[in-house]
């Protein structure tokens, strides 16, 4: 008499979702809602304190400055330490900073500078948590895995991001906007306990070394190297820039005096939302042979949600010209994401990346500093126009570089060398994949930002400056 079979247990996850991959975009989502929630609730939290225009910008350059000062320092760290702790540590630092500021908010007692601060040290964990998520994410998976993992990530954290949009509009409109943070500090908590256990063991240890100077040198070289890297890096320190203006401090305020309030600027956010989601379903079905290409070309609709603010659109026009930015930012991100995992190698991803978040957000906090008083000098509309203008303006001349326009996907190949071309001998290169989880495992930055902020991260933010693993609305990690 034989034994009956026994059929053997059927993975419940795709191959490519191993262990880290999963804790990293279980993370993710958890954040994303607290983050695009917090990000309509702290602009209007300034406002209900009495703030203006100008007082929104302040806050928003309060958190980007210590991202632009402390960002480099942060990828070094990322490289130099098990990148894990280190993003636990920054979640601390983000759950601790949310939850004074809901406390200073539901009692009525928060002021400027308070505000100020506390946005600081989100922007200051943002700096250190960023670069660390980049690295892990990208090593959780291998290069014939990439492209279908960082566009189910980026599905996910986008997905979530439409829940946080619309509950943050809605919690905004019917209780205190202390709440809303409230809820941001507990999901950092949350998220940091997952973290906890991701596996850095596939992760070779550096060998010693000189200090972190020798570390941000080396990194460096390693982006200056290829042109198409700074060059559209240099393209979102302005795109990233005039976009987080206008949809951090001209948005909100578009809303107040056109719609009457929060909720429809939370249900625009949201289009933007859907219109990723949609986006990264579309990037996980097609796969653009050149690259970079395509993803510039999907920057231009950018300049809508601007000039939809500039006329402005009725509510449903704003909405619909929010999706189409959506989606077109996510074929920029995943292109990007799949490009940095092709391009960079893996023990020196964090550092690259933190050049990238720190070209890509340099000008963010003087932009959204003097929004306010431009507003006052030319008038809204006008400002808004300009913003648009620039988007078109910067996305046209990153096209002329030769790298940005030849970019090709190769299958199964190695990093290529610094300032190699990614076309010719080096394409045809054997197959060399990172290494992956023990269970086989997203501007991030660039469209980290946007999406959170950066030229690639994979990620924003935004629409609009969002809080703290912050990536924005602009491909968020966090």
Same mark, same amino acid.
């Given at each position: 008499?034989?034994?009956?079979?026994?059929?053997?247990?059927?993975?419940?996850?795709?191959?490519?979702?191993?262990?880290?991959?999963?804790?990293?975009?279980?993370?993710? #989502?958890?954040?994303?809602?607290?983050?695009?929630? @917090? $990000?309509?609730?702290?602009?209007?939290?300034?406002?209900?304190?009495?703030?203006?225009?100008?007082?929104?910008?302040?806050?928003?350059?309060?958190?980007?400055?210590?991202?632009?000062?402390?960002?480099?320092?942060?990828?070094?760290?990322?490289?130099?330490?098990?990148?894990? !702790?280190?993003?636990?540590?920054?979640?601390?630092?983000?759950? *601790?900073?949310?939850?004074?500021?809901?406390?200073?908010?539901?009692?009525?007692?928060?002021?400027?500078?308070?505000?100020?601060?506390?946005?600081?040290? =989100?922007?200051?964990?943002?700096?250190?948590?960023?670069?660390?998520?980049?690295?892990?994410?990208?090593?959780?998976?291998?290069?014939?895995?990439?492209?279908?993992?960082?566009?189910? +990530? !980026?599905?996910?954290?986008?997905?979530?991001?439409?829940?946080?949009?619309?509950?943050? &509009?809605?919690?905004?409109?019917?209780?205190?906007?202390?709440?809303?943070?409230?809820?941001? @500090?507990?999901?950092?908590?949350?998220?940091?306990?997952?973290?906890?256990?991701?596996?850095?063991?596939?992760?070779?240890?550096?060998?010693?070394?000189?200090? $972190? $100077?020798?570390?941000?040198?080396?990194?460096?070289?390693?982006?200056?190297?290829?042109?198409?890297?700074?060059?559209?890096?240099?393209?979102?320190?302005? *795109?990233?820039?005039?976009?987080? @203006?206008?949809?951090?401090?001209? &948005?909100?305020? #578009?809303?107040?005096?056109?719609?009457?309030?929060?909720?429809?600027?939370?249900?625009?956010?949201?289009? +933007? &939302?859907?219109?990723?989601?949609?986006?990264?379903?579309?990037?996980? !079905?097609?796969?653009?042979?050149?690259?970079?290409?395509?993803?510039?070309?999907?920057?231009?609709?950018?300049?809508?949600?601007?000039?939809?603010?500039?006329?402005?659109?009725?509510?449903?026009?704003? =909405?619909?010209? %929010?999706?189409?930015?959506g989606v077109t930012l996510e074929v920029f991100g995943v292109s990007w994401m799949t490009t940095m995992h092709q391009e960079i190698p893996e023990e020196k991803l964090s550092r690259v990346s933190a050049y990238d978040w720190f070209g890509?957000?340099? %000008?963010?906090?003087?932009?959204?500093?003097?929004?306010?008083?431009?507003?006052?000098?030319?008038?809204?509309?006008?400002?808004?126009?300009? =913003?648009?203008?620039?988007?078109?303006?910067?996305?046209?001349?990153?096209?002329?570089?030769?790298?940005?326009?030849? %970019?090709?996907?190769?299958?199964?190949?190695?990093?290529?060398?610094?300032?190699?071309?990614?076309?010719?001998?080096?394409?045809?290169?054997?197959?060399?994949?990172?290494?992956?989880?023990?269970?086989?495992?997203?501007?991030?930055?660039?469209?980290?930002?946007?999406?959170?902020?950066?030229?690639?991260?994979?990620?924003?933010?935004?629409?609009?400056?969002?809080?703290?693993?912050?990536?924005?609305?602009?491909? !968020?990690?966090?």
């Amino acid at each position: 008499m034989t034994s009956p079979a026994i059929s053997p247990v059927k993975r419940r996850r795709p191959e490519w979702a191993g262990r880290n991959y999963t804790l990293l975009t279980s993370a993710a #989502v958890i954040t994303g809602v607290g983050s695009s929630s @917090a $990000l309509i609730a702290t602009s209007f939290a300034v406002l209900g304190q009495g703030g203006d225009g100008g007082d929104i910008g302040l806050v928003a350059a309060a958190r980007t400055l210590p991202l632009v000062l402390f960002i480099l320092i942060g990828g070094a760290v990322a490289d130099r330490m098990p990148r894990h !702790r280190v993003m636990v540590a920054a979640n601390a630092l983000n759950c *601790v900073s949310q939850a004074v500021f809901a406390v200073l908010v539901l009692t009525g007692t928060a002021e400027l500078w308070q505000m100020m601060v506390l946005t600081a040290l =989100c922007g200051t964990g943002q700096a250190f948590f960023n670069p660390a998520a980049e690295g892990m994410l990208m090593s959780s998976v291998t290069p014939e895995q990439a492209g279908r993992a960082f566009s189910f +990530f !980026r599905m996910s954290s986008q997905g979530a991001g439409i829940g946080g949009a619309a509950l943050g &509009g809605i919690m905004a409109s019917a209780v205190n906007p202390g709440w809303v943070l409230a809820v941001d @500090a507990a999901a950092f908590a949350v998220a940091g306990g997952l973290r906890a256990f991701l596996d850095v063991s596939h992760i070779p240890a550096r060998e010693p070394g000189g200090g $972190l $100077l020798s570390d941000m040198r080396e990194g460096w070289q390693e982006f200056i190297g290829r042109p198409w890297l700074w060059a559209i890096v240099a393209q979102f320190s302005v *795109v990233v820039a005039v976009v987080g @203006a206008a949809e951090s401090v001209y &948005g909100p305020l #578009v809303a107040r005096d056109e719609f009457g309030g929060p909720g429809p600027w939370g249900t625009a956010l949201a289009a +933007f &939302g859907v219109g990723t989601l949609g986006g990264a379903v579309l990037m996980s !079905r097609w796969k653009p042979r050149r690259l970079l290409l395509a993803g510039t070309l999907g920057v231009f609709p950018l300049a809508l949600p601007s000039a939809a603010l500039a006329v402005p659109l009725p509510v449903a026009g704003l =909405c619909a010209v %929010m999706f189409v930015s959506g989606v077109t930012l996510e074929v920029f991100g995943v292109s990007w994401m799949t490009t940095m995992h092709q391009e960079i190698p893996e023990e020196k991803l964090s550092r690259v990346s933190a050049y990238d978040w720190f070209g890509s957000v340099a %000008m963010l906090p003087l932009a959204t500093a003097v929004a306010g008083p431009v507003e006052g000098l030319v008038g809204r509309s006008t400002a808004l126009w300009g =913003c648009a203008a620039l988007v078109v303006l910067t996305t046209a001349l990153v096209l002329l570089v030769p790298d940005v326009r030849n %970019m090709t996907r190769r299958e199964h190949t190695a990093p290529v060398a610094m300032g190699g071309s990614p076309t010719g001998d080096a394409a045809q290169a054997p197959a060399a994949p990172l290494p992956a989880t023990p269970l086989t495992a997203t501007p991030l930055p660039a469209a980290s930002l946007l999406a959170a902020a950066p030229a690639g991260s994979a990620s924003a933010p935004p629409p609009g400056v969002s809080s703290a693993d912050g990536e924005g609305t602009l491909g !968020r990690l966090g």
